[in-house]
């Protein structure tokens, strides 16, 4: 769907809202962040940033929810017959942009020194948790189960410890190499969510 100058307009203002919350965290911690000083940097009055975000923290949730739309935005142009396993790991395999993987991550890593940020992370994949449900029952037209409700939080669940993974193996490395890996280490989780944990199933006491 096309949007119009002024949808783009407020996307983009928002967006840059987001990046200069976002800078201000990286250089002056987190106790450094207030509206006043995200306006500034952005070029914008305290108003206009609260007509786009109800909280300072709520800028830092950007790149995950721009994330989670990406991936949705994938599985809408999906078959509907493919099932919502599959769908998943189609999904993901098709997002290559690395500048959308990089904000995501550099936030992840950032969340990883500050306490207060890493709640709100929670708090953001639980809410993309909820959202990606509302998708689902709009896009197969009918509520979702215990099983596919218990599906659609293991699929972020998957998400994040391929992030944390990433993290552990990477050591922060933010270059697009590592940035590459970062997408498989993605694709191969929300696969192995899809094929049932085969190689967990293998484990055993006296293997």
Not at 60 to 67: A, D, G, M, W
Not at 122 to 143: G, H, I, N, Q, V
Not at 157 to 185: I, N, P, R, T
Request: aromatic content about 10%; some cysteine.
């Amino acid at each position: 769907m096309l949007l119009s100058r002024r949808a783009l307009n407020k996307a983009e203002t928002r967006a840059s809202i987001a990046r200069s919350a976002i800078s201000i965290l990286k250089n002056s911690g987190i106790e450094g962040l207030t509206a006043d000083k995200i306006a500034e940097s952005a070029g914008i009055s305290r108003r206009t940033f609260f007509n786009y975000f109800p909280t300072v923290d709520s800028a830092l949730n950007v790149p995950v929810e721009q994330f989670i739309e990406a991936v949705l935005s994938a599985v809408e142009e999906l078959d509907d017959s493919v099932p919502l396993s599959e769908a998943a790991v189609l999904a993901v395999s098709q997002m290559r942009d690395l500048e959308l993987y990089r904000s995501v991550a550099e936030m992840f890593l950032l969340a990883q020194s500050h306490p207060p940020l890493a709640r709100l992370q929670t708090e953001t994949w639980d809410s993309c948790s909820l959202s990606l449900a509302e998708f689902l029952k709009e896009r197969y037209s009918r509520p979702l189960d215990l099983d596919s409700f218990a599906f659609v939080f293991a699929i972020t669940g998957a998400g994040k410890a391929a992030f944390v993974y990433w993290a552990q193996e990477s050591g922060g490395d933010l270059s697009d190499a590592s940035l590459k890996l970062l997408h498989s280490y993605l694709v191969d989780a929300l696969s192995t969510l899809r094929d049932g944990f085969p190689t967990i199933r293998s484990f055993s006491r006296g293997a």
